[in-house]
């Protein structure tokens, strides 16, 4: 019983005195108690939508002021005619748009019926579909006050319209996140853990004092996981249109570029951790909880990221999955082109600088 608590004792001597392992074990569930049950939620708000009104009366007027009082939607802008529908969705600055049929008050008091479509960027099933319930429970909620003092029941037809995926497939949003994760994780995780190897054995000095320069030993490092990512590439878009039916509508050659952009990213960013950690346990404790968490939860793969917090919003910023999924997103399903993404392509760009020089920098201070 003695040798049980002296062994008991040994372990809790062990736990204690790693630092990082306590922090995993005692914060780690404490930010996602927190991250979960106060800042990310799948319920949708504010979302930025679009009204084209083209009756102006009194009862799209009524209906537009329950939409704009509503904590659900933003209204970012009134459009003019039809023709600029198309634009909206493909900008990315709405995700829904309501429009109102000419003479709107009028058939609905002569006639009883009235008609409203409702169109939702679908390249997120889950979010139009609750998009879309909102809006209709609103219209609802409005046709059913007209009702109180109306013998003759109003009917107000609503026409739904799922944008870039009619069939809702769950595929189109599960792909482009599977994607940003699996690529940064694969070569971030693994090319920082592998420098990190090298200086936890105490052979990455004798390999920077070789005849071999030392970025020639980096980029050996980082080749194979380049090499690795670009078949995964590869076997996640052969199984997203093969096996889930998931379109390429837009360039595949603007789609393989922004990947390699990505990738290069994601691999100077493995180098950056290598040069902050010290042994392969510290380096994959910063990866997974530097990229896995913020890729899952902050980059829109699980959540919307408008429902965050204002301060999750801005930090969400800064991480490289979320710019790329926006990219997939818009040239797999919407089949946009470069002109429409070059912003993130930017910003992955500057990202991918920052964590080169800085990666340089900690490079000639710490080996």
């Known amino acids: 019983m003695s040798q049980l608590i002296t062994f008991i004792k040994k372990e809790f001597h062990h736990i204690l005195r790693d630092t990082r392992s306590m922090l995993v074990l005692l914060g780690l569930p404490v930010v996602q108690l927190l991250i ?33 009082n509503s904590q659900y939607f933003d209204l970012k802008r009134s459009l003019e005619n039809n023709s600029q529908i198309e634009n909206a969705f493909r900008s990315g600055k709405i995700k829904l748009a309501i429009i109102f049929q000419r003479n709107f008050q009028q058939e609905l008091s002569h006639s009883n ?52 995926n009619p069939e809702l497939k769950g595929a189109y949003s599960s792909v482009p996140g599977v994607m940003g994760m699996i690529l940064l994780l694969i070569s971030a995780m693994m090319t920082s853990i592998s420098i990190v190897r090298e200086k936890e054995f105490g052979t990455m000095e004798i390999l920077l ?83 896995m968490l913020p890729v899952v939860m902050l980059s829109g793969y699980a959540f919307p990221i408008a429902n965050m917090p204002l301060i999750l919003q801005i930090i969400s910023n800064i991480v490289p999955a979320k710019w790329y999924i926006i990219i997939v997103k818009s040239v797999m399903i919407k089949g946009l082109g470069i002109e429409q993404v070059w912003k993130e392509l930017i910003i992955i760009s500057v990202m991918t600088a920052a964590f080169l020089f800085i990666s340089i920098k900690r490079f000639k201070i710490r080996l």
Do not use: H
């Open 36 to 68: 979960f049950g106060f800042a990310i939620t799948n319920e949708v708000r504010n979302t930025n939508i679009a009204i084209l009104d083209n009756s102006k009366d009194e009862a799209t007027q009524n209906i537009i002021q329950r939409i704009e």
């Open 113 to 164: 019926k009235a008609q409203i479509q409702i169109i939702a960027d679908a390249t997120d099933p889950n979010q139009a579909t609750t998009l879309i319930n909102y809006a209709s429970s609103i219209i609802i909620d409005y046709q059913a006050e007209l009702n109180q003092n109306n013998k003759l029941p109003y009917s107000i037809n609503t026409e739904m319209r799922m944008l870039y």
């Open 209 to 291: 004092v070789s005849p071999m320069k030392p970025w020639l030993v980096v980029i050996s490092k980082v080749v194979p996981y380049f090499i690795i990512s670009i078949i995964n590439v590869v076997t996640i878009l052969l199984l997203s249109v093969f096996a889930l039916g998931m379109p390429i509508n837009g360039s595949l050659v603007l789609l393989f570029s922004a990947t390699i952009l990505y990738i290069f990213c994601a691999l100077s960013l493995g180098i950056l951790i290598s040069t902050v950690t010290q042994t392969q346990q510290a380096a994959m404790l910063v990866s997974l909880l530097g990229l």
